[in-house]
């Protein structure tokens, strides 16, 4: 996707603080971050949103997981705990249309739902 800000990232083509790189997904700083940790998790390859997601696709966002688990530990906010938000649609409040899992933590975080 040549316009996806995400893809420009994943493939170096716009400047990003990149904490982790695998074959499958890329894992950089929130430009606008909500708390003193704020990584996001993408996958390489151009899928929207959960919508979009097909059966072959369950080991990459089992992958995704496993390396917020990474970053977590890396970021030394394992053991005090986080948020993993994945956000989709409209009101979902998804507002890059490249799948991206929100790792948040490193202060108390408010509850909210809607
Ligand atoms: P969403 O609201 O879609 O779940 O989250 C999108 C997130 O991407 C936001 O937290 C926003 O700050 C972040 N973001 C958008 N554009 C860029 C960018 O170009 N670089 C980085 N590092 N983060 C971005
Ligand atoms: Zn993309």
Do not use: W
């Amino acid at each position: 996707m040549q316009t996806c800000v995400f893809c420009k990232i994943a493939t170096g083509m716009l400047p990003a603080t990149i904490l982790y790189q695998d074959e499958l997904v890329t894992a950089f700083r929130d430009m606008h971050p909500v708390a003193p940790t704020h990584v996001l998790i993408i996958p390489n390859k151009h899928i929207q949103s959960v919508n979009e997601l097909e059966e072959l696709d369950g080991t990459l966002v089992g992958h995704m997981f496993l390396v917020a688990k990474k970053i977590a530990e890396q970021e030394n906010i394992a053991h005090s705990g986080y948020r993993s938000i994945i956000n989709t649609g409209e009101h979902g409040g998804q507002t890059v249309q490249h799948l991206h899992l929100h790792i948040i933590g490193g202060q108390r975080l408010r509850f909210s739902m809607g």
